[in-house]
Structure formats: structure tokens, C-alpha cells
């Protein structure tokens, strides 16, 4: 399952439409975020060491869920930590 994206470059934040493979084992959260209105974005943040990527999930104008990495292979384990974070909020809004 593809998760879209907004893309957010750099210099001046214009938007680009990406899509990002799910993790097999959460598409049904995925599913489930998607379904309840939840967007996705992501940017690449620089500093002075390193270049890391800021993983996002919102409802409307809340932020559900946040996730920082490095740009490298923990953005899969991000991206994990992103849709359980952004499931579990959703669960406690919904409730």
C-alpha cells in the first residue's frame, strides 16, 4: 500500500506529491489513518552536521505525530514509529 506524501523542499517549502511504501505489518493503521482524513508530509532538514528527515502526520490543523531521523535506513523505522504514534493519538481524539 502507497502512503501519499507532501514533499516539502527546500529553499521555500513548495510542495511535491510523493508516495511511500507502507510496512506490510501496519497497513491496516495506515489504512485506517487515511480513512479518518490524516495527511502525511515530510522535509529534509539541515544542519550544520547532517542532513535528517522530519516525518509528520495531521488532522486537519493538529499534528498527530512527529518523528526526526536521520536520512538513511532509520527512516523505515521512523515512518513505523510515525503511524503507531499517529494511530495511538487518533484513538484518544476519537474517544
Do not use: W
Not at 522530519?54 to 490543523?61: D, F, H, P, Q, V
Amino acid at each position: 500500500m502507497n502512503i501519499p506524501f507532501t514533499q516539502h523542499l527546500r529553499p521555500d517549502g513548495r510542495e511535491r506529491p510523493l508516495t511511500v511504501d507502507a510496512p506490510t505489518e501496519l497497513e491496516a493503521e495506515v489504512k485506517k489513518l487515511l480513512e479518518a482524513g490524516v495527511t502525511f508530509s515530510a522535509e529534509v532538514l539541515h544542519t550544520e552536521y547532517a542532513y535528517n528527515i522530519a516525518l509528520y502526520t495531521e488532522k486537519g490543523a493538529d499534528l498527530l505525530a512527529m518523528e526526526l531521523c536521520p536520512n538513511g535506513p532509520e527512516v523505515l523505522e521512523a515512518l513505523k514509529r510515525l503511524i503507531t504514534r499517529a494511530v495511538a493519538v487518533l484513538n484518544t481524539k476519537l474517544t
